[in-house]
């Protein structure tokens, strides 16, 4: 069964900060997805990361997949409050089909 | 071009009735996936739809069905509700023919079970 770990599952910082999120998942995918929801919203596509060694950046939001340690990244840089929301980290099942979610980040950020 | 969309965005049911939850796909998507989320938790897979044809289910009971038109939208009915089926419904939609399968989600239903 696939599972996708994601931590911390909580996470307050200040303004101004650094701070990294972890995905590790537990069979091969040469894919991987991060996605961004707002209280009571749906989910907004942040990046596709398609293959070992990719590295996207947008903003203060860097993420990064290494696809033989089966662990991706998201590196938050000098954090602002619009970042507050839940991030998840998603992959394919074998099928290719159905995606598997972790259980999210919910970040906070505090001026 | 509209994206993914819902409806209704809210729904309160009591135990024991029936629903049934609508989508449309972003335009030139031909396949269309559900997804349950509950309350702090990460959306959970429950079937996707290709070819008017359930392709492929998650670990949902019988009570969860859904069907797709020719024209690529989709139903998903829900029997009996229990308490714990309330959640956001999530849609999304995908294009077979895209190369990295990417999934585009709506906006969610809202279901509240009384």
């Known amino acids: 069964e696939l599972k996708v770990e994601q931590n911390p599952l909580f996470l307050s910082m200040q303004e101004g900060k650094n701070y990294t999120i972890y995905c590790n998942y537990s069979t091969t995918s040469d894919r991987l997805y991060w996605y961004r929801q707002d209280p009571g919203k749906s989910l907004e596509s942040l990046f596709v990361?398609?293959?070992?060694?990719a590295v996207k950046q947008e903003g203060r939001l860097m993420a990064s997949l290494d696809t033989k340690a089966r662990l991706s990244t998201l590196h938050i840089t000098a954090a602002v409050h619009d970042l507050s929301a839940t991030y998840f980290c998603?992959?394919?099942?074998?099928?290719?089909?159905?995606?598997?979610f972790g259980k999210g980040t919910s970040l906070l950020v505090t001026p | 071009d509209a994206g993914v969309t819902q409806s209704p965005t809210h729904l309160i049911k009591t135990r024991g009735q029936q629903v049934t939850l609508r989508c449309s796909p972003k335009s030139g998507h031909d396949t269309v996936s559900w997804y349950q989320q509950a309350l702090g938790q990460g959306p959970q897979f429950i079937f996707q739809y290709y070819e008017e044809e359930e392709r492929q289910r998650g670990n949902f009971p019988d009570r969860f069905s859904g069907h797709q038109f020719p024209n690529y939208s989709s139903e998903l009915n829900v029997n009996a509700l229990l308490l714990g089926d309330s959640a956001l419904y999530l849609c999304?939609?995908?294009?077979?023919?895209?190369?990295?399968?990417?999934?585009?989600f709506g906006p969610g239903t809202r279901l509240t079970v009384l």
């Open positions: 998603a992959v394919f099942t074998n099928s290719g089909y159905a995606l598997n």
């Open positions: 990361l398609l293959s070992n060694g």
């Open positions: 999304a939609s995908s294009y077979s023919g895209a190369k990295y399968n990417e999934q585009f």
